[in-house]
């Protein structure tokens, strides 16, 4: 099978490891590096014009249209863009996981001056964006926007998200479950994170955000896309190794099974995601080579024979605890609240809407519901934990087929006596589908025992509280502060004038080990106008490095110089027109690594450039009267 992490210690250990807590943060892990990737598709870029900042990534297809318009690594059909499917994977399943604040309480239709305020909506289906869109963050850098989308989403052209009260882009998300498409000349902040689709972008698109997808990505011609300085703060929920209630703490072998019968097929259509074993003891396994999975495979061994033992026992021993409710109605949901116990329907049940099940604060809280029949999820039904309950203590056990809906957020062990366990398209199941007798299939959605962490940073030698640059008369100043110091030899001050090749300007020496609040500052002079972008390079004792967000800013010269190329891109030659007069000017030209050609003695407002044996691609030229840079350019060169 495709894709999949065969080594049963390494699983042992993701599933066992020790609980982090709810204070951890997104981590994007093999992905942190992409701007843009997909787990099964061509990537193609934006051609001659354009801008993209970050890795791009394919691990099924290739990257075009990123040779002269691009300074990132590309990647494809490797070890790396192996790993960040699996870290895509975790990464939806750690987004997807966070409760919903608002549901469905916001119309499909964004946009149209709307102003949103922090936290997780979510809408039934297809959703739009349309004229502007605000994102309040009220103040704090730490707010949350999370939108998904049980459908497309459709951002028509010079649609425009603004972020105010903090609102940062490295913590909003659009997630669809299905195609994205932005329409030409929309401003986008956040990542836009296609499930099982394709992201497409139309010409001139400013995007501040990653795009992960499932399918292929297109950036249209002349659009820029960067990724958002972090760092990102969207909190998530990491295992625990705490075991389930002493009374359902029966499964045994099963444990480590996101799906498994004793008799039947286990099937999968399209591309699914799943985290746990998969196996049938007699019966066929299929349907799995397109998907991403963390676990094994087991189809008639001594593996899915000791199963089936497991599984009839804990079978018998979950219908022996004493029953508490049997007075309930055979519907649940409906915004129903439960409290912990055992609940009984002397008939086939069904569950539509939302059933929430109150923990009560109690960590070992048991929630467990039997149907002397057939239980049918309707589509979009949602079960919500609250107050300490866990999946791992939560049981729907059918006497007969248990089928879940298109769009189904499902928690607990589903369990199917003598009948199929089925989920329709685009199910989000934290738990496992068991069968003692019956089919068990899934299509497009996924499946975990529990969200996947990954692992943890070791502390930074600096913790780095701040750094700004704003420009002020003709320099740039830069500040930062710093609250703790490890080990910190020096910082180096870099720069850039395209936001991908850094050089240092500077060197700041640190203050070795310190608690105090220290502040740091330098000013740079001599600048280009354009956009300039900075960061920090951090080295300490050992020589170990790590580097601050990016921070960019535009200055313009009062000199009023105005230096114009046309044609941009050409091919042989093109010209170069100044609405001054030079004296025995030069121009230099780099490549992105080195400076490949000269011209000196320019004099006058025109001259022409000839390409001579430049290779078609990108390449900086800086303009230089009198010892001063005083005009840098980009140009194009195409074949």
């Not at 960040?84 to 990464?91: P, Q, R, S, Y």
């Not at 079960?383 to 957020?409: D, H, K, P, Q, Y």
């Amino acid at each position: 099978m495709k894709k999949q992490l065969q080594n049963r210690v390494l699983f042992g250990f993701l599933l066992l490891s020790p609980a982090i807590g709810f204070a951890q943060t997104l981590q994007l892990g093999a992905l942190s590096s992409f701007e843009a990737y997909t787990r099964s598709g061509n990537i193609t870029g934006p051609g001659t014009t354009g801008t993209c900042i970050g890795d791009v990534g394919t691990n099924s297809g290739t990257n075009s249209g990123f040779d002269t318009s691009y300074n990132g690594v590309q990647y494809a059909n490797d070890t790396l863009t192996a790993q960040a499917e699996i870290d895509m994977l975790k990464v939806y399943i750690h987004l997807s996981v966070i409760p919903v604040a608002y549901p469905n309480t916001h119309t499909p239709a964004f946009g149209g001056g709307d102003t949103l305020t922090a936290g997780v909506y979510s809408i039934d289906g297809a959703g739009s964006l349309a004229g502007s869109l605000t994102l309040n963050g009220g103040g704090d850098s730490n707010a949350v926007f999370i939108i998904k989308l049980d459908g497309a989403f459709a951002v028509a052209a010079s649609s425009t998200i603004t972020l105010i009260g903090g609102a940062r882009a490295c913590n909003t998300f659009w997630i669809a479950e299905g195609a994205i498409s932005v329409g030409s000349g929309s401003v986008i902040k956040g990542s836009l994170f296609s499930h099982f689709g394709v992201v497409t972008l139309g010409t001139g698109c400013d995007i501040e955000g990653r795009m992960f997808a499932s399918d292929v990505i297109t950036f249209g011609a002349g659009s820029d896309v960067i990724i958002p300085a972090g760092p990102i703060t969207v909190p998530v929920k990491f295992p625990s190794s705490r075991p389930p209630a002493t009374a359902v703490n029966v499964l045994e072998s099963i444990e480590n099974f996101a799906m498994f019968t004793s008799v039947g097929a286990v099937s999968n259509t399209a591309a699914s995601g799943f985290i746990g074993h998969i196996g049938s003891n007699f019966g066929s396994v299929s349907g799995f080579a397109s998907s991403s999975h963390i676990g094994s495979f087991y189809n008639a061994d001594s593996v899915t024979a000791q199963a089936v033992i497991d599984l009839d026992s804990a079978y018998i021993k979950l219908i022996a605890i004493p029953i508490t409710d049997s007075t309930h109605a055979s519907v649940f949901g409906g915004g129903d609240t439960l409290n912990a116990g055992v609940y009984y329907v002397n008939a086939a049940g069904s569950l539509a809407g939302t059933l929430i099940l109150d923990g009560q604060n109690d960590s070992d809280a048991v929630f467990i519901f039997r149907f002397n029949g057939a239980f049918a999820i309707a589509a979009q039904a949602n079960v919500v934990l609250i107050n300490g309950a866990r999946a791992c203590n939560v049981f729907w056990i059918a006497e007969g087929a248990l089928s879940m809906g298109a769009f189904t957020n499902m928690k607990g062990t589903a369990l199917s006596h003598n009948g199929a366990c089925s989920m329709a398209t685009n199910g989000n199941f934290e738990g496992r589908m068991l069968s003692t007798s019956g089919a068990v299939s899934f299509s497009t959605g996924v499946i975990f025992l529990t969200p996947q962490y990954f692992p943890a940073s070791p502390p930074l030698p600096v913790t780095l509280v701040s750094f700004t640059a704003k420009v002020e008369g003709e320099q740039v100043k830069l500040n930062w502060v710093t609250t703790a110091e490890v080990n910190n030899d020096y910082f180096d001050v870099e720069h850039s004038v395209d936001g991908s090749n850094f050089t240092s300007i500077s060197r700041v020496i640190g203050a070795g080990n310190s608690t105090k609040t220290l502040n740091y500052s330098f000013v740079h002079q001599n600048l280009l106008d354009g956009i300039s972008y900075y960061r920090l390079k951090q080295t300490d004792y050992n020589g170990k490095t790590s580097y601050s967000h990016k921070e960019a800013v535009e200055f313009n010269s009062k000199n009023n110089l105005i230096f114009d190329i046309y044609p941009n891109p050409f091919s042989g030659e093109t010209t170069f027109r100044t609405n001054k007069n030079l004296k025995d000017a030069s121009l230099v030209v780099y490549d992105t690594q080195k400076l490949v050609k000269q011209i000196e003695n320019i004099s006058g407002q025109t001259f022409t450039f000839q390409r001579d044996n430049l290779r078609s691609g990108l390449y900086w030229i800086k303009l230089v009267q009198d010892g001063e840079v005083i005009a840098i350019k980009k140009i194009v060169i195409t074949d």
